[in-house]
């Protein structure tokens, strides 16, 4: 996660995080990034179920129920255990969360515990009451799932009206005082959309938007000929910054982050030294904290039957289950040799990103794309666009001298 806004138009400085001792415990949600403990913040899709059929939906989502999903009791005792551990956020998803009617009991439990709850959704069930409610227990923030205008986000749905549901959705969530963003995942169909997007976020009063790069898991598998070539996502990412500096400067500031592909920050960092040489530095200190690509250490991921994945794109691996063991436990067994290289990937990494000078920012991208092209977990990921002269082929840690 590269939080464009944070870095580019300084609205975060290294001093900021250090106030709090980078102790993920005790900073706010917009620093997370940046703790030097790396607890995780987990993923539980509690629901595999959903009442949209969207084209790239790395969950395989039904509308249907499904019969292993964990109980509200085995829930409260995942909560408990994940509070104990220290995880600072539960990520509630799917499937769509909103369908699993004990949702908003969980959240609320999640609270009582100490934790921050957010959840994920397409927005489309929540209604005022339900908005009233997820305000009431206390929860933090709602990311809404929108992957276009109306035409182009009802065919990623594949339900019409399903654009026009989640805009009331965001409206519902704004008069109940719920801080709401937007979640965009990128791709050929729909990158001509970025513009329109920024302008629904001004026009709404938006307050936050996360532009995902495709990540190759579930139906979203098949979409790996969709993706961008490096070019046109170095085109995307630009537009993006544009955007976030436009606003910024209009006085209409947005929190504004890329997700799933952590070359962002080095393209980040590398523009802004040739813009910014001073605010460079402090770009690159913090992008030094951030530590990339984080699955299995900083982000984990349950399953709605208790499978506990590296991130939740990573399903067809399971480390355990919370139903045998704590989910701190299975978290924490580096037995497991998948695992234990995970907490240390950036030693098994080859290719281009074993001697990419940005490894220590970067930590080698995501695996799991890596894996659904070559068949390999540690070869270089097919996403990385940063051309060859850019991570000069030197694995010693950058520094603004060096550049």
Known sequence: MIGISKLYC??????????????????????????????????WNVTRRCNLRCVHCYAHAQD??????LTFAQGQALIDDLSGFGVPVVLFSGGEPLVRKDLPDLAAY????????????????????????LKAIGLSYVGIS????????????????????????????QTAGIKVGLRFTINRFNVQEIPSIFQLIEDMDIPRVCFYHLVYAGRGSKLVQEDLSAAETRRAVDLIIDHTRRLHDQGKPKEVLTVDNHADGPYLYLRMLKENPERAKQVLELL????????????GCVSWDGAVHADQFWRHYSFGNVRQRPFSEIWMDTSN?????????KQHVKGRC?????LDVCAGNFRVRSEAVTGDI????PACYLMDEEIALTHTPPNCEQI
Not at 11 to 33: K, M
Not at 64 to 69: C, G, I, L, R
Not at 151 to 164: S, T, Y
Not at 354 to 358: H, K, M, V, Y
């Open 10 to 43: 300084g609205t975060v400085e290294p001093s900021d995080a250090l106030r709090y001792g980078r102790d993920s415990s005790q900073l706010p949600s917009h620093l997370l990034q940046f703790s030097a403990d790396k607890k995780p913040v987990v993923v």
């Open 64 to 69: 249907q129920a499904q019969a292993d999903e």
């Open 110 to 133: 999640a609270v009582s515990k100490g934790m921050r709850a957010v959840i994920s959704t397409n927005g489309t069930l929540i209604t005022e009451k339900m908005a009233r409610r």
């Open 146 to 173: 929108i992957d276009g205008m109306e035409a182009v986000n009802d065919r990623f749905r594949a339900v019409p009206g399903a654009f026009r549901a989640a805009l009331d959705g965001i409206r519902n969530c």
């Open 288 to 299: 030094q904290w951030n530590e990339g690509n984080s699955s299995g250490r900083g982000i």
């Open 337 to 345: 040799p998948l695992m234990a290289q995970l907490k240390e990937k």
């Open 354 to 358: 074993a001697e990419c000078r940005w």
């Open 378 to 381: 540690w070869a270089p990921d």
